[in-house]
């Protein structure tokens, strides 16, 4: 026996309700992705710590004889020269060991040399946190010159904001170099972001026009840019980066909210040049340094922080896509120099 018509209304009613209850939970855990490692604070501070290491090592043997030799001018030019090996930079480092000296007195030796250069540094890097997405959408520009890791920040930024329960649109605007867009696409799926793009070769200026559309019609919260890589030497490519900033602020007036500039820490002083260059034509909001693990020039973030007075939005300090955390000048300080003198570590030992 057939069922009758109002025995099939009622089944495919149940059909649609159930197809509408899957499609909604699929919504949610789109938004919400369970997949994401974990980003406890501990063990990110242990991957800076670890990412630091080379320039903490590069340190400390001059450090020691400093802070053994306090009372020695001979002691503190030695650990002037090693600043300057760690790419924090001749002036800034002379003036680091001058104030170092002085905050020191009149006991100018031992745990007060080391309290002082931490109390120092951490001065020069202190920062507000990077801010919280006030807007919707919060549109982010990232930029930076081809090799310093600008697409995967893009990714590891994906993930940060799809762990706070954000919807975020990444906007493949690096039109100009091969398989930049397919990179990009790859760190979107595994961060649970979605992707617009268009052809290689496409006017970046009109890719992020459709892609602020896109994001308003997808209700997103959080729209991260990747822009074209370049020389910050090439005017013309310059010129087109203006452009897509302004393109921005034409689409949503007040955007973009932050220009963050992606630099590599193992670049040292270069990564100065460039910072300056992207401030005064886009206006830089913040640094991401990536690169850190590994690297024995960590000082270039010191440099960096005073030279331009931009402060440093985030470290990377490895390749998982968890390897990128907001900064900490305390956590970066501890990382760096230690929280106390290796003279005071051995005497701790050997009691």
């Not at 699929?26 to 938004?31: A, M, P, S, T, V």
């Not at 306090?70 to 800034?92: F, M, P, Q, S």
């Not at 520009?141 to 799809?162: D, E, F, M, Q, S």
Request: proline content about 5%; hydrophobic content about 45%; glycine content about 8%.
């Amino acid at each position: 026996m057939s069922p009758s018509w109002p025995e099939v209304l009622v089944a495919a009613a149940i059909v649609v309700c159930l197809l509408i209850g899957i499609a909604i939970a699929l919504r949610r855990q789109r938004r919400v992705p369970a997949a994401l490692p974990s980003t406890s604070a501990p063990s990110a501070a242990d991957r800076l710590r670890r990412g630091l290491r080379a320039t903490r090592e590069r340190l400390a043997a001059p450090l020691d004889a400093a802070l053994a030799r306090g009372k020695d001018d001979g002691g503190l030019a030695g650990l002037e020269e090693v600043l300057v090996a760690a790419d924090v930079g001749v002036r800034i480092a002379a003036d680091l060991v001058a104030h170092v000296r002085t905050r020191a007195e009149p006991r100018r030796e031992g745990e007060a040399l080391h309290r002082a250069l931490r109390d120092e540094v951490r001065a020069l890097l202190d920062a507000p946190a990077p801010p919280e997405p006030s807007d919707r959408p919060w549109v982010v520009l990232v930029t930076g010159v081809n090799g310093v890791g600008k697409t995967t920040t893009i990714g590891k930024l994906a993930a940060l904001h799809r762990s706070a329960g954000r919807r975020v649109v990444v906007v493949a605007a690096d039109t100009f170099r091969a398989a930049a867009i397919e990179q990009l696409a790859v760190w979107a799926e595994r961060a649970g972001a979605e992707l617009v793009r268009q052809e290689q070769g496409a006017s970046p200026a009109a890719v992020v026009f459709d892609g602020l559309r896109a994001a308003r019609a997808r209700d997103a919260d959080v729209v991260l840019v990747d822009t074209a890589g370049r020389l910050h030497t090439r005017t013309n490519l310059m010129e087109e980066l203006k452009k897509v900033h302004r393109v921005v602020g034409r689409e949503m007036p007040g955007a973009p909210h932050e220009v963050l500039l992606v630099l590599d820490a193992t670049t040292g002083q270069n990564a100065i040049a460039q910072a300056r260059t992207f401030t005064e034509a886009i206006g830089v909001t913040g640094v991401v340094l990536t690169k850190l693990d590994g690297t024995a020039r960590g000082g270039v973030a010191i440099a960096v922080r005073r030279e331009l007075g931009v402060p440093i939005r985030y470290v990377g300090v490895g390749e998982e896509i968890d390897d990128l955390r907001p900064f900490d000048a305390d956590e970066f300080v501890d990382a760096l120099l230690g929280t106390t003198s290796p003279i005071a570590r051995a005497h701790a030992e050997s009691a």
